[in-house]
Structure formats: C-alpha cells, structure tokens
C-alpha cells in the first residue's frame, strides 16, 4: 500500500519527510537559536555567527510559523517587532538538536562547544533532556505570566 498521502510522488521514508521541514542548514540553525540559545528576536538570530543573511531568515522563520513549530507575535514594548518562541511541537527538535550538537562536538576539533559537553551528554542523555525541558517550561510559564498582566 503506497503510503505517500499528500506528498505527491515524494518518498514516504519519515528521514526524508524530516529533512523536506528542517533538513535545510539555515532551519536547523535558527531552531537551535530559539530552542538552545532562547533567543526570541529577529535581530538576535541575524547576529548569530553564522551570518544568515536576513531575507534567508526572514523566509525560514515564515516557513517554521507555517510548519506549526514557532510562533510569532507582536513585541508589547515595540508592536514594529515581533517576538519569536518555538511552539510545543518545536519542542520535540530538541533531543535531535542535542543529538547533532553532540555529535558535532564529539567530532570537530576546533568545536566551540563547551568542554565535556559531548561526553557528559552521552553519558547521561535523559537528564539533559530532562534539564532542558525543564528550563523550557519555566520560560513558557514565565511567557503566559507576562501575557496575562498586559
């Protein structure tokens, strides 16, 4: 049985489904910038040192919005801005950003990640997640907290 519904003559292997919503090296970059760095403004994530340039940006955090994996709204002290926060469903990436950062520092030489990082996470990986959840959730309620005061 073809299991392809609503991808046209795309392949139905869940990696390539995958890499069709973040498998793009800008996606991945500016997830990690909202979900690892809590970063939330436009001009946060355009300073990153990767150097995005802004339309790139400006169309990957279109596209996230659309995919169901951010959000974003207006900044209550400059309506102008908008403000950016990864949704629930943004949430899920995160074992996978840790997974390829670990990876990535296990493996590159001249990594800027921390000292340790990678092998503290292997060797323990549910308290990673755990911290960070963790984390995340008191920064969503700190979020509700301010919306509801305004």
């Not at 990594?111 to 340790?116: E, F, L, M, N, W």
């Amino acid at each position: 049985m073809n299991n392809k519904a609503g991808r046209g003559d795309k392949s139905s292997c869940p990696i390539t489904y995958s890499l069709d919503i973040f498998g793009d090296r800008w996606s991945l970059l500016v997830l990690r910038d909202l979900i690892l760095h809590g970063k939330t403004r436009f001009a946060e994530m355009l300073a990153s040192d990767e150097q995005i340039a802004s339309n790139i940006l400006a169309d990957r955090l279109q596209r996230l919005e659309c995919l169901g994996l951010i959000e974003r709204e207006p900044d209550p002290e400059d309506r102008r801005q908008k403000i950016c926060r990864v949704t629930s469903k943004g949430l899920t990436l995160t074992p996978v950003l840790l997974e390829i950062a670990a990876w990535g520092a296990s493996n590159d030489l001249d990594t800027g990640a921390p000292s340790g990082f990678a092998s503290a996470f292997y060797e323990d990986r549910r308290a990673f997640y755990h911290d960070h959840r963790r984390l995340t959730a008191k920064l969503f309620e700190a979020d509700r907290a301010s919306k509801e005061e305004s």
